[in-house]
């Protein structure tokens, strides 16, 4: 069984859930990954036309849409070798007003730490936009060594919850990739302007986090340096094709091949690398769109910028 469904109730997770563990985790040979897939907005296992299961969570999306690319393939899962592990796709509500479901995001976090708690072994984690949210908010509700390495994608959260997941036994144990993108400036925009923040007023994860951490990497996937250091150490990933686009780091070309060896073969890529191979800053927001402001500009910092 390479992959398992498990739909959340809010906080919650189904009766039952425990056994269910139990009789796949029977099945993984030691060692082998557990990887925890987390979708973002506008899902739900509950809207037939919008179940992440039969979508990017699904070995076999069912649903007819470009955006419908398998995570679980992706990542390696489902081709029938022994040590391939377990996918466990994580359902949740995300439907409704982004209010409604931002809040859902922090409550199905505590749900997903109550997951890991069951599972009982060191996970990886992965999640698009809100699903983001739900790992960070996770780590506070975890021991340490809980989570091993974690891949953000189009982060949907602020700075300030990112510092506060860090600052936690969980949090502090945890490698996390933050993967960005200008072509989701807009969006990240847009998100700072709606949402307040459950902490201090800051920025999205998509400037980066902006102070330097020793378990976290930003990664600018469209940016042409961090592009090129991807490139030297195996990982072709083209140039951006399209001005604005909030699903950039699962769809573009390459990505997968970078995600699934940092998930599944993390000693070939050690976040130590990663961190001192790729730039340390981000183009400033709209730098693409407007590229007078790619040079050097008060919107410009590094990890160890102030947030």
Same mark, same amino acid.
């Given at each position: 069984m390479p992959l398992l469904k498990i739909n959340t109730d809010g906080s919650f997770l189904p009766a039952g859930t425990s056994l269910v563990l139990r009789e796949a985790l029977a099945k993984v040979p030691k060692g082998a990954p557990i990887v925890i897939c987390v979708h973002g907005y506008k899902f739900s296992p509950l809207v037939p036309e919008h179940d992440p299961h039969d979508h990017i969570l699904s070995l076999d999306p069912g649903l007819s849409c470009r955006k419908a690319l398998s995570w679980p393939r992706g990542l390696g899962f489902g081709t029938g070798r022994s040590d391939e592990g377990l996918c466990i796709a994580l359902g949740w509500q995300a439907r409704g007003s982004i209010w409604k479901a931002y809040s859902e995001a922090r409550a199905t976090g505590e749900a997903l730490a109550r997951l890991i708690w069951k599972l009982d072994r060191p996970v990886h984690v992965m999640g698009h936009s809100l699903g983001a949210r739900v790992i960070l908010s996770a780590l506070p509700h975890l021991p340490e060594g809980a989570v091993?390495?974690?891949?953000?994608?189009?982060?949907? @959260?602020?700075?300030?919850?990112?510092? %506060?997941?860090?600052?936690?036994?969980?949090?502090? #144990? $945890?490698?996390?990739?933050?993967?960005?993108?200008? @072509?989701?400036?807009?969006?990240?925009?847009?998100?700072?302007?709606?949402?307040? +923040?459950?902490? $201090?007023?800051?920025?999205?994860?998509?400037?980066?986090? *902006?102070?330097?951490?020793? *378990?976290?990497?930003?990664?600018q996937i469209d940016g042409a340096a961090t592009r090129a250091t991807l490139a030297r150490l195996g990982y072709d990933i083209p140039a951006a094709d399209k001005k604005i686009c909030h699903w950039s780091p699962y769809l573009r070309a390459g990505?997968?091949?970078?995600?699934? #060896?940092?998930?599944?073969? +993390?000693?070939?890529?050690?976040? *130590?690398?990663?961190?001192?191979?790729?730039?340390? #800053? %981000?183009? +400033?927001?709209?730098? %693409?769109?407007? +590229?007078?402001?790619s040079r050097a500009s008060p919107l410009s910092f590094s990890r160890k910028a102030s947030s």
């Open positions: 091993q390495r974690a891949i953000l994608l189009s982060a949907a @959260e602020f700075r300030s919850t990112a510092e %506060h997941a860090l600052d936690s036994a969980a949090g502090r #144990t $945890a490698e996390v990739l933050n993967v960005t993108s200008r @072509e989701n400036d807009l969006f990240d925009a847009l998100f700072e302007m709606a949402l307040v +923040p459950d902490h $201090a007023p800051s920025r999205s994860l998509g400037a980066g986090l *902006g102070q330097s951490h020793r *378990g976290w990497c930003d990664i990505v997968f091949e970078f995600y699934r #060896t940092a998930l599944r073969h +993390p000693e070939r890529l050690p976040l *130590g690398l990663l961190q001192e191979a790729l730039p340390a #800053t %981000h183009a +400033p927001r709209f730098s %693409h769109l407007l +590229p007078a402001f």
